[in-house]
């Protein structure tokens, strides 16, 4: 198993890399970092674009199972405070994170569903 933060690499570099990942000995799987912080930077506004096309990515390479980790530590090509947890900016201020609250649940359920809409047809059965 490897890990790829695919939103650092621009995404003509996606297919080597991941060949890369290969040839050192990852064949099947891929540990898939992903943040909130990078395609929600404005509340309600998903930009999948360039880099941060999730089911791009995914198609990218030879079938593999990929895990994907929402909410990473890391964000934007740089280090996040650990409490941010790669989340956006505008939700740190809406109120607590990362609890039971019901208005920060339904901010996660929005952000799941967008993820989901993006790798339909591609999960694994």
């Given amino acids: 198993m490897g890990e790829f933060h695919y939103t650092r690499y621009p995404e003509r570099y996606w297919e080597e890399e991941i060949?890369?990942?290969?040839?050192?000995?990852?064949?099947?799987?891929?540990?898939?970092?992903?943040?909130?912080?990078?395609?929600?930077?404005?509340?309600?506004?998903?930009?999948?674009?360039?880099q941060r096309n999730l089911r791009e990515f995914r198609a990218t390479g030879a079938p593999s199972t990929v895990l994907l980790r929402l909410s990473a530590h890391r964000a934007r090509g740089r280090t996040v405070k650990f409490a941010t947890a790669g989340l956006p900016d505008w939700l740190l201020k809406k109120g607590p994170t990362r609890v039971n609250d019901p208005i920060y649940l339904s901010y996660v359920r929005k952000y799941y569903d967008e993820v989901g809409r993006q790798l339909k047809g591609l999960l694994w059965n």
């Avoid at 099947?28 to 309600?44: A, C, K, M, P, Q």
């Fill in 19 to 50: 060949l890369k990942m290969k040839a050192g000995g990852v064949q099947d799987h891929r540990n898939l970092y992903f943040s909130g912080s990078i395609t929600e930077e404005v509340e309600g506004q998903f930009d999948w674009s360039g």
